[in-house]
């Protein structure tokens, strides 16, 4: 909104100075008309036009030089990054900014010499100089206006695409957590070592499934609550035959869980740390609960599990709350993304245990 | 033989997947303990003296390594176990210990148990888990000492006391700061994967080289590089650009 009052403001600005310009334009005409004859009228335009040169550049390098004070004054990496990123996509305009300074300095010598040749200063007012001026910047602040929101919104864009790939591709791989992998896979040598040849075979296939839906679920924006019920339960029967701890997911009678789709792995980082933070040390005690609830337009999912809890402050810190960071950062960007079906993150934990919900807005309007 | 282990994990399964294969595979060892977290560790070690442990590096609040800080002296071998842990298994292997990886290999676990067994039987002191410990403290802060076996010991030596190693079949020979040469019985592909985030770059099939010590790039037969010791070191044609970019961002 800010920025809309002010892109306003500017072209209003630039409005008047392109009004007053071309009132003097006509007068600049006239008076050189009347008064200087032939060659000399010529250097009364190329004058004005080396200060078109020289005021259009003036603005693009204080532009230039706003843009590396921003960068200097910014506070988060994310903002340093959104400007860097921006700053880099302007490099080849500055370049030629920096050409058309150099340029218009060395043309603007020449034309004071000239005229000074032909004895024109004198008889410029400075109000001619001045119109020239306001009307060339006025004009190249429109254009310049126009070019840099258009600019701004594709460059937005393609923020929000990559941010979007990298969060996903980020995911991904801590769904597929060598961690998780290798551990899982360990657990099905013991079922072979321990000649329990089906549970070997039923596991071994599970975790097969699990990792080519994981897979797929790699070009996807969407996925049907029933896929990633599967793919939820599919870990939680992994990760249960290394901890031992007992699960439970209850899925709400009003809901066609085929026909409700929601973003891939939304449910998939609060489970994991359930799983790793909540219940492995319990083993045989540990309970997880997964509920998914319609209430009204509302989807609401929850993880539910009995651990120790944990203190966001002190978790925070730790590399290991990766999880729980590339989980906000995607719902702040899916939020950004659907602002009319908002997704709202809500962690309550308690020494005895830590609920997670995520409600999903307005999903079945 | 028989040798007197004990096994740290902190999911029961393991262990008792370790177990049945050990019983399997390894009759002369005797499991005597085993424990499911860090302090019960060092309780059991305390008690058992074992002759070797089987430790695995990841488990919650406290790590595997954590157990063998807690020892001044360590007179015990260990056989180290991890899932995945690229900085656990870059310590251990800086320190030419023997690791696992999950699920077990079989194979890999009988080789390790041999090579345990000989260090028991010749008792030699286990310095090896000195210079870990030491890497761990030090976190990527100073510069590490690397081991080096050798077919008499194994030495310990500055990452950046070596100047360059070249290969020699499946031995590498590594020229020091101080005019020495030490001939180790590991390949230089082993060395060269080590020794990369140290800034030592592969010029050559056949030649490493710490960049802190080169001194000048020859243009003569297609490049090599001069070091400060004014040997000359080859660069092969399919590694030129990535010395050069090695080199450039060195500067």
Same mark, same amino acid.
């Given at each position: 909104?800010?920025?809309?009052?002010?892109?306003?403001?500017?072209?209003?600005?630039?409005?008047?100075?392109?009004?007053?310009?071309?009132?003097?334009?006509?007068?600049?005409?006239?008076?050189?008309?009347?008064?200087?004859?032939?060659?000399?009228?010529?250097?009364?335009?190329?004058?004005?036009?080396?200060?078109?040169?020289?005021?259009?550049?003036?603005?693009?390098?204080?532009?230039?030089?706003? &843009?590396?004070?921003?960068?200097?004054?910014?506070?988060?990496?994310?903002?340093?990054?959104?400007?860097?990123?921006?700053?880099?996509?302007?490099?080849?305009?500055?370049?030629?900014?920096?050409?058309?300074?150099?340029?218009?300095?060395?043309?603007?010598? !020449?034309?004071?010499?000239?005229?000074?040749?032909?004895?024109?200063?004198?008889?410029?007012?400075?109000?001619?100089?001045?119109?020239?001026?306001?009307?060339?910047?006025?004009?190249?602040?429109?254009?310049?206006?126009?070019?840099?929101? &258009?600019?701004?919104?594709?460059?937005? &864009?393609?923020?929000?695409?990559?941010?979007?790939?990298?969060?996903?591709?980020?995911?991904?791989?801590?769904?597929?957590?060598?961690?998780?992998?290798?551990?899982?896979?360990?657990?099905?040598?013991?079922?072979?070592?321990?000649?329990?040849?089906?549970?070997?075979?039923?596991?071994?296939?599970?975790?097969?499934?699990?990792?080519?839906?994981?897979?797929?679920?790699?070009?996807?924006?969407?996925?049907?609550?029933?896929?990633?019920?599967?793919?939820?339960?599919?870990?939680?029967?992994?990760?249960?035959?290394?901890?031992?701890?007992?699960?439970?997911?209850?899925?709400?009678?009003?809901?066609?869980?085929?026909?409700?789709?929601?973003?891939?792995?939304?449910?998939?980082?609060?489970?994991?740390?359930?799983?790793?933070?909540?219940?492995?040390?319990?083993?045989?005690?540990?309970?997880? !609960?997964?509920?998914?609830?319609?209430?009204?337009?509302?989807?609401?999912?929850?993880?539910?599990?009995?651990?120790?809890?944990?203190?966001?402050?002190?978790?925070?810190?730790?590399?290991?709350?990766?999880?729980?960071?590339?989980?906000?950062?995607?719902?702040?960007?899916?939020?950004?993304?659907?602002?009319?079906?908002?997704?709202?993150?809500?962690?309550?934990?308690?020494?005895?245990?830590?609920?997670?919900?995520?409600?999903?807005?307005? !999903?079945?309007? | 033989?028989?040798?007197?282990?004990?096994?740290?994990?902190? +999911?029961?399964?393991?262990?008792?997947?370790?177990?049945?294969?050990?019983?399997?595979?390894?009759?002369?060892?005797?499991?005597?303990?085993?424990?499911?977290?860090?302090?019960?560790?060092?309780?059991?070690?305390?008690?058992?003296?074992?002759?070797?442990?089987?430790?695995?590096?990841?488990?919650?609040?406290?790590?595997? @390594?954590?157990?063998?800080?807690? @020892?001044?002296?360590?007179? @015990?071998?260990?056989?180290?176990?991890?899932?995945?842990?690229?900085?656990?298994?870059?310590?251990?292997? @800086?320190?030419?210990?023997?690791?696992?990886?999950?699920?077990?290999?079989?194979?890999?676990?009988?080789?390790?148990?041999?090579?345990?067994?000989?260090?028991?039987?010749?008792?030699?002191?286990?310095?090896?888990?000195?210079?870990?410990? +030491?890497?761990?403290?030090?976190?990527?802060?100073?510069?590490?000492?690397?081991?080096?076996?050798?077919?008499?010991?194994?030495?310990?030596?500055?990452?950046?006391?070596?100047?360059?190693?070249?290969?020699?079949?499946?031995?590498?020979?590594?020229?020091?700061?101080?005019?020495?040469?030490?001939?180790?019985?590991?390949?230089?592909?082993?060395?060269?994967?080590?020794?990369?985030?140290?800034?030592?770059?592969?010029?050559?099939?056949?030649?490493?080289?710490?960049?802190?010590?080169?001194?000048?790039?020859?243009?003569?037969?297609?490049?090599?590089?001069?070091?400060?010791?004014?040997?000359?070191?080859?660069?092969?044609?399919?590694?030129?650009?990535?010395?050069?970019?090695?080199?450039?961002?060195?500067?």
């Amino acid at each position: 909104m800010k920025k809309l009052k002010l892109f306003a403001i500017c072209a209003v600005v630039c409005f008047a100075c392109t009004l007053i310009g071309l009132m003097y334009f006509s007068e600049v005409s006239l008076f050189a008309g009347r008064r200087l004859s032939g060659d000399k009228s010529f250097f009364i335009h190329y004058y004005a036009f080396v200060h078109y040169f020289a005021a259009g550049s003036l603005v693009f390098f204080i532009i230039s030089v706003y &843009n590396v004070y921003k960068k200097w004054n910014a506070k988060s990496a994310q903002e340093k990054k959104e400007i860097t990123l921006k700053f880099r996509s302007n490099a080849v305009r500055e370049r030629r900014i920096i050409l058309l300074v150099i340029l218009s300095f060395f043309l603007y010598g !020449l034309t004071i010499n000239l005229a000074l040749d032909f004895d024109l200063i004198p008889k410029l007012s400075f109000l001619i100089i001045a119109g020239f001026v306001a009307f060339y910047v006025g004009g190249v602040a429109v254009f310049f206006g126009i070019y840099r929101k &258009n600019s701004k919104r594709k460059l937005e &864009n393609a923020i929000q695409a990559q941010e979007t790939i990298s969060l996903k591709l980020r995911s991904i791989r801590s769904q597929l957590n060598p961690h998780f992998m290798f551990n899982a896979l360990s657990s099905v040598q013991r079922l072979m070592n321990k000649n329990d040849i089906p549970a070997a075979n039923h596991y071994l296939s599970m975790f097969a499934d699990l990792t080519r839906k994981v897979l797929n679920t790699g070009e996807q924006e969407l996925i049907s609550l029933e896929d990633e019920l599967k793919i939820q339960e599919a870990y939680l029967q992994m990760e249960q035959l290394r901890f031992g701890f007992r699960y439970e997911v209850k899925v709400g009678e009003d809901i066609n869980i085929a026909n409700t789709e929601i973003p891939v792995i939304l449910l998939q980082p609060f489970v994991e740390n359930a799983v790793k933070h909540g219940v492995a040390p319990l083993q045989q005690n540990g309970l997880i !609960l997964v509920q998914v609830n319609k209430q009204g337009d509302n989807l609401v999912l929850s993880v539910t599990d009995n651990g120790k809890g944990f203190d966001r402050k002190i978790a925070g810190q730790k590399d290991d709350s990766l999880g729980l960071k590339l989980s906000e950062e995607r719902i702040a960007l899916l939020n950004r993304v659907h602002p009319d079906q908002p997704a709202i993150l809500i962690i309550y934990s308690k020494q005895t245990g830590t609920t997670i919900t995520i409600m999903l807005i307005n !999903l079945f309007s | 033989m028989n040798i007197r282990s004990i096994i740290i994990d902190d +999911e029961p399964n393991n262990i008792e997947n370790l177990q049945i294969l050990l019983n399997q595979y390894c009759p002369e060892i005797t499991i005597v303990a085993t424990a499911m977290n860090a302090d019960s560790a060092i309780a059991a070690i305390r008690a058992h003296q074992p002759d070797l442990l089987f430790l695995d590096i990841q488990m919650p609040e406290k790590s595997g @390594f954590d157990v063998l800080k807690a @020892f001044a002296v360590i007179n @015990f071998e260990i056989i180290f176990i991890t899932a995945y842990d690229q900085y656990g298994i870059q310590a251990i292997k @800086f320190s030419a210990l023997d690791y696992l990886l999950k699920p077990i290999n079989i194979t890999e676990l009988i080789t390790a148990i041999e090579k345990a067994r000989n260090k028991i039987l010749t008792k030699q002191k286990n310095s090896s888990i000195e210079n870990l410990l +030491e890497y761990i403290k030090s976190g990527n802060k100073e510069i590490p000492k690397i081991a080096l076996p050798t077919l008499q010991e194994i030495r310990y030596v500055r990452v950046d006391d070596i100047i360059h190693c070249e290969a020699s079949n499946n031995y590498t020979l590594f020229y020091l700061q101080n005019g020495e040469k030490i001939l180790v019985c590991k390949t230089l592909k082993e060395f060269s994967d080590l020794l990369r985030s140290h800034n030592f770059i592969r010029t050559h099939q056949s030649h490493l080289v710490n960049l802190h010590f080169v001194n000048s790039w020859l243009k003569e037969d297609g490049g090599a590089l001069l070091l400060t010791d004014s040997t000359k070191i080859p660069i092969s044609r399919q590694n030129r650009e990535l010395v050069k970019d090695a080199l450039n961002k060195a500067l």
